[in-house]
C-alpha cells in the first residue's frame, strides 16, 4: 500500500500527543452532544448531533491527518470511547436513564470505527483506490443530507431548519473536498464517485435499511 500513501515518520511522544488530541476532542464532543440534548436548546443543534454526518465528518479528518494507518485506527477508536463514555455515562449517572438500543447502535459504530479509519486514512494519498477512499465519507454526507428533505412534514413544527442544516452538511462536503485531496486534480473524480455512490445509496435507501430508526430525525 506504499505507492497510495507512506506513513510519516513519528516519535512516540508525537503518537501520544496525537492519540491525547483526539480523546480531548471526544471529551469536548461528547460533552457538546449531551448539552444540546436537552428541552430547549436550538433543536438544530441536537438533529446535527444525533445523526451520523458530524461524526463521520469529525473522524475523516482525524484519520487522514494521523501519522500511520494503524495510529489513524487507534486515534478514532479513543476518540468514539471518549466521545461515548462521557455521553452516556451522564446520561445513566444523573439522567438515571439507560437508552440501551442508541447504546448499542454507537457501541458497535465505536468497534467498527478503527477498521474505516484504518481505510480512511489512504484517502490522502494517491490513484483511483485513494479517491474511492476519499469519496466514501462525502458520500454518507450526500446522502444523509439528502435524506432531510423527508423532515418536510405539515405538521412539523421545525421544517424551517432543514435548509439551514442542508447547508451545513453542504459546507462539510466542500471542507472534506478542500482539504482530503493532496492536489486539485482530485476533486473531480472524487466529487463524481461520491455523487454515483449516494444515487445509489438513496435509491437501495441504504441507510434507511441499516440505520432505520436509529438515525436521527427532526
Not at 435548509?163 to 462539510?172: E, F, G, S
Request: charged fraction near 10%; charge should be positive.
Amino acid at each position: 500500500m506504499n505507492q497510495i500513501r507512506v506513513k510519516s515518520e513519528s516519535t512516540t511522544k508525537q503518537k501520544v500527543v496525537s492519540i491525547g488530541y483526539a480523546m480531548l476532542i471526544g471529551v469536548i464532543m461528547g460533552v457538546a452532544a449531551k448539552l444540546v440534548d436537552v428541552p430547549g436548546v436550538n433543536p438544530i443543534f441536537d438533529s446535527i448531533g444525533g445523526r451520523l454526518g458530524v461524526w463521520v465528518f469529525v473522524a475523516a479528518l482525524i484519520a487522514v491527518f494521523s501519522y500511520s494507518p494503524k495510529l489513524a485506527a487507534v486515534k478514532i477508536f479513543i476518540f468514539f470511547g471518549s466521545m461515548l463514555t462521557v455521553y452516556y455515562v451522564y446520561t445513566v449517572l444523573f439522567l438515571h436513564f439507560s437508552p440501551e438500543k442508541a447504546m448499542f447502535f454507537w457501541g458497535i459504530s465505536a468497534v467498527v470505527s478503527p477498521i474505516c479509519a484504518y481505510i480512511m486514512w489512504y484517502a490522502r494519498g494517491n490513484g483511483l483506490l485513494s479517491n474511492v477512499v476519499a469519496a466514501l465519507p462525502i458520500t454518507l454526507l450526500l446522502s444523509e443530507g439528502f435524506q432531510l428533505r423527508h423532515a418536510y412534514l405539515p405538521i412539523h413544527t421545525h421544517y424551517y431548519l432543514i435548509p439551514v442544516l442542508m447547508i451545513i452538511y453542504l459546507i462539510m462536503i466542500v471542507v472534506l473536498l478542500l482539504i482530503i485531496p493532496i492536489n486539485k486534480k482530485q476533486f473531480l473524480p472524487i466529487l463524481s464517485i461520491a455523487v454515483i455512490l449516494s444515487f445509489i445509496m438513496i435509491y437501495f435507501n441504504v441507510l434507511g435499511r441499516i440505520f432505520g430508526g436509529m438515525n436521527g430525525v427532526l
